[in-house]
């Protein structure tokens, strides 16, 4: 069975940091990519941010760009969002997700390459 065990969410001031993990097991991809979503009441789910665990290559959405940096532990497997100088509307719950890769091919950003679905981790940014 695959598992998505994603944490390290809570609550946080803006201005302060955090850091999200997830450990994904029972998938048997040998080239997979795992990427953050999120998704505030209201709103529609969007990507924060991939990472290819064949190559490394990683993705921001503009939103986030320059403040979350992700990362990954390939033996585990392992990856991080870390999430510097979060603002309010970052507000949401983030999932991580896992989808086949290929190093021959542009890492994805889209929703439907990614099978399968942690159940997520609550982050919510005070003022």
């Known amino acids: 069975e695959v598992q998505l065990q994603a944490s390290g969410g809570g609550s946080v001031q803006a201005g302060g940091s955090l850091r999200l993990s997830c450990v994904a097991s029972?998938?048997?991809?040998?080239?997979?990519?795992i990427g953050w979503f999120r998704q505030a009441p209201g709103k529609d789910r969007e990507v924060v941010s991939c990472i290819s665990e064949t190559d490394g290559t990683t993705y921001y959405a503009d939103s986030v760009k320059g403040r979350f940096s992700i990362s990954a532990d390939n033996a585990k497997p392992t990856v991080y969002l870390q999430m510097n100088s979060p603002k309010p509307e970052d507000t949401a719950v983030y999932y991580c997700a896992v989808g086949r890769d290929y190093a021959s091919k542009e890492l994805s950003r889209e929703r439907a390459d990614y099978p399968y679905w942690g159940q997520g981790t609550q982050v919510t940014v005070s003022s």
């Open positions: 029972g998938f048997s991809f040998d080239e997979y990519a």
